[in-house]
T-cell receptor
Framework: NAGVMQNPRHLVRRRGQEARLRCSPMKGHSHVYWYRQLPEEGLKFMVYLQKENIIDESGMPKERFSAEFPKEGPSILRIQQVVRGDSAAYFC???????????????FGPGTRLTVL | GDSVTQMEGPVTLSEEACLTINCTYTATGYPSLFWYVQYPGEGLQLLLKATKADDKGSNKGFEATYRKETTSFHLEKGSVQVSDSAVYFCALSERGSRGSQGNLIFGKGTKLSVKP
């Protein structure tokens, strides 16, 4: 069973361009989480999605950032008009369908390291 | 809101030394607690977890006990190896927080370097 896949692993963009980050969850997982890790910081929650639904986007910046998890295909985190402050590592995690247990483990991908020039 | 505070690094130890990385938390409910490890260039891996007070999580020689009275979840290992060199993150998850199903709240991470 392949783990969580993220691509690209490294992405370089100039200010004002768009960045699209992809996440393929583990097989059978229907919950996806995106986190951002700024240099020398811990991970910060951004958004939680299930198939075709955004469940919690309380950690997403109000502008320029959007996320989707379509019925078919990977989850996409999209950053429009990137600025230098967007430079960070972006991690995706997936977990299985909620069965009512107290916690479903999140499995993390290797991350996408975004550099904005 | 909920938060996690862990000791700042970097921590440098010699092989076979004892390790303790302190972690305390603030939460409104009864969170689950975790330690994640991040090796260079990789994503996070779950190291151990505890879901209720007095639970002890353990894995690969690492241990942490969920202490509700001190709101702590310190990570310990009796004898570290060079291969333990990594960044360690303490985290909590409160089910139903803001309607989400357990998004994780992380500490800033502690970098551990073990010298031969």
């Amino acid at each position: 069973n392949a783990g969580v896949m993220q691509n690209p692993r490294h992405l370089v963009r100039r200010r004002g361009q768009e960045a699209r980050l992809r996440c393929s969850p583990m097989k059978g997982h229907s919950h996806v989480y995106w986190y951002r890790q700024l240099p020398e910081e811990g991970l910060k929650f951004m958004v939680y999605l299930q198939k075709e639904n955004i469940i919690d986007e309380s950690g997403m910046p109000k502008e320029r950032f959007s996320a989707e998890f379509p019925k078919e295909g990977p989850s996409i985190l999209r950053i429009q008009q990137v600025v230098r402050g967007d430079s960070a590592a972006y991690f995706c995690a997936s977990s299985p369908r909620d069965r009512g247990s107290s916690y479903n483990e999140q499995f993390f991908g290797p991350g996408t390291r975004l550099t904005v020039l | 809101g909920d938060s996690v505070t862990q000791m700042e690094g970097p921590v440098t130890l010699s092989e076979e030394a004892c390790l303790t990385i302190n972690c305390t938390y603030t939460a409104t409910g009864y969170p689950s607690l975790f330690w994640y490890v991040q090796y260079p260039g990789e994503g996070l891996q779950l190291l151990l977890k505890a879901t209720k007070a007095d639970d002890k999580g353990s894995n690969k020689g690492f241990e942490a006990t969920y202490r509700k009275e001190t709101t702590s979840f310190h990570l310990e290992k009796g004898s570290v190896q060079v291969s333990d060199s990594a960044v360690y993150f303490c985290a909590l998850s409160e089910r139903g927080s803001r309607g989400s199903q357990g998004n994780l709240i992380f500490g800033k991470g502690t970098k551990l370097s073990v010298k031969p």
